[in-house]
């Protein structure tokens, strides 16, 4: 080191290492969150928050449940540290021999849990939903046949995706995600009139499909050597399991999450469902760009060097990525917070989506926005368990996460409807974050000095940052204060308000000797190292 803080040697690298392959995550990620803000607005368009569409979001959590917990757990916390510890040995033979059975060990199990979910949809569809009517029920249960194709095409793509990741290849893995959403703006816009939401699970399995296509050259640019072979008994598999079963739970407590939410949406009024969909997909832009982009681009990093034993580097990358996911979320969920009406209006408010689906929209938006930094936090952490090979850990505290959100949601959905609901996991998810860090900090003997300041210059420039956006809005405003909002106003307001948040922001932090501002600074080219 050269007098440099962690921070800065992390993030002012020249285009490469962490720093690089956070850039590329983060554009492809930007690329994807601004398709999915076009498939979103193509949706509301379409289907507002009709009762077939409260159907369909009922219809997407079974196939996604399946995903999530069987591939999603071997591609994100087991695969990527078992196979970077075989390339760390200088055995790659073992290494493509683990990834190939993995590879379709996992399509076997996932085309085994579809089949079943297919044949039980019948009976699981009313146990998720039993506030629909029975008509709504059937629909569910022809989507979610429909779209139980999609789980099969993620499981295998999802470990192309973990393969090209533990191998620093992130391009083609970022790029997925855009042909997926394309897919669904497709059947959103070209297929919901002649086939419904049909149209829409219809785009679902198109995308899932494009999302395995679209990877499979970058196999031939890693130098995979594909094997024909199931091998469970290899020691890698086996290694990989032990530490994916505890991750199979841990990520269907977080899954469980949502289908309480469906549960009990679906008792409220019409639309509830998708009201909260509507919110969560909103939540997921910042989340996505700054929380999960940093976290999936450091994650091989840590694994490593948790492989070779660097742990001094681990808790410097972890910590350092950590402050600069909070340096960026904090501010940008209070953004959400201030602008959530206008920005709702701005994207959503039209065709079938009317005021009404606006109003419940932006509240849940408001509540889900408060957790957004613990979301972010439990993305950054987990991972640094995961690199350690800890996957015990994250799962105790997601089934903590569940259990208090279950509770959350009991007391909240009375006094506060489906605001309730996204309070509830809002503050769970606080909860969850919170232990989780409590731990790793234990278990890396602490993350630096200066944590207490940082958090308290980074609050200082929001505070800035809050009253700079609440003073133009109330100016906008008093220039035309009976006026309704049109789509100019609401423009002005997010992009105007945005734009002048973000700068005094960032300029306040820089002032205040931030050196995750001065990293930004750097990027952009106005500062020197």
């Not at 590879?103 to 019948?122: K, R």
């Not at 929209?361 to 952490?381: N, Q």
Request: glycine letters at 8%; hydrophobic letters at 55%; proline letters at 4%.
């Amino acid at each position: 080191m050269t007098g440099k803080s962690d921070s800065e040697a992390i993030f002012l690298r020249p285009w490469g290492g962490v720093a690089g392959a956070a850039m590329v995550v983060a554009v492809g990620f930007l690329g994807s969150r601004i398709l999915g803000l076009v498939r979103t607005m193509a949706i509301a368009d379409a289907f507002g928050t009709s009762p077939d569409l409260d159907a369909y979001w009922v219809a997407f959590r079974l196939p996604d449940l399946i995903f999530q917990v069987l591939a999603g757990a071997a591609m994100g916390s087991a695969f990527i540290p078992t196979f970077a510890r075989y390339v760390a040995q200088k055995n790659e033979a073992e290494a493509w021999r683990l990834a190939s059975s993995l590879l379709n060990l996992v399509a076997i199990l996932t085309a085994a849990l579809a089949a079943a979910a297919a044949i039980l949809a019948p009976w699981l569809v009313p146990l998720m939903a039993p506030g629909l009517e029975e008509g709504l029920q059937d629909k569910a249960v022809e989507l979610t046949r429909i779209m139980l194709v999609s789980p099969f095409l993620f499981a295998v793509s999802g470990m192309l995706t973990g393969i090209l990741n533990a191998r620093q290849h992130f391009f083609l893995a970022a790029v997925a995600p855009m042909l997926y959403n394309l897919s669904i703006i497709f059947g959103a816009v070209f297929l919901s009139e002649p086939w419904g939401v049909r149209g829409l699970a219809a785009g679902v399995v198109l995308g899932s499909g494009l999302h395995l296509l679209v990877q499979v050259p970058g196999l031939f640019g890693v130098g995979m050597r594909y094997r024909l072979e199931a091998n469970w008994r290899h020691r890698g598999v086996q290694e990989v399991a032990r530490l994916m079963l505890p991750r199979m739970a841990g990520l269907a407590a977080a899954q469980a999450n949502f289908v309480v939410a469906i549960f009990f949406a679906s008792r409220l009024e019409e639309g509830s469902i998708s009201a909260l969909n509507y919110a969560w997909m909103l939540t997921m832009l910042p989340l996505a760009l700054f929380g999960v982009a940093i976290a999936t681009a450091v994650f091989p990093t840590m694994a490593q060097q948790a492989a070779t034993d660097s742990l001094d580097r681990l808790q410097s990358t972890l910590f350092s990525s950590f402050r600069y996911i909070l340096f960026l979320i904090i501010p940008a969920s209070v953004g959400l917070i201030l602008l959530r009406e206008p920005l709702v209006s701005l994207l959503l408010e039209r065709g079938e989506f009317d005021p009404r689906s606006a109003s419940i929209t932006s509240s849940a938006l408001l509540f889900y926005s408060i957790g957004l930094f613990a979301h972010s936090g439990v993305e950054m952490l987990s991972r640094g368990f995961y690199a350690l090979r800890d996957t015990r850990t994250p799962v105790a505290m997601a089934l903590i996460s569940m259990v208090l959100n279950l509770l959350f949601s009991l007391a909240l959905v009375g006094p506060m409807e489906h605001d309730g609901l996204a309070l509830a996991m809002s503050l769970a998810t606080i909860v969850e974050a919170s232990l989780l860090f409590i731990v790793i900090r234990q278990r890396l003997a602490g993350p630096e000095a200066g944590l207490a300041g940082f958090l308290v210059r980074t609050i200082a420039a929001t505070a800035l940052m809050a009253a700079v956006v609440v003073a133009f809005i109330a100016v906008e405003e008093a220039i035309d204060p009976l006026g309704s909002r049109t789509v100019w106003e609401a423009l002005v307001q997010v992009m105007g308000g945005g734009a002048l948040g973000s700068g005094a922001f960032f300029l306040t932090a820089f002032v205040l000797r931030c050196e995750e501002a001065r990293a930004f600074w750097h990027r952009l080219g106005l500062v020197r190292e």
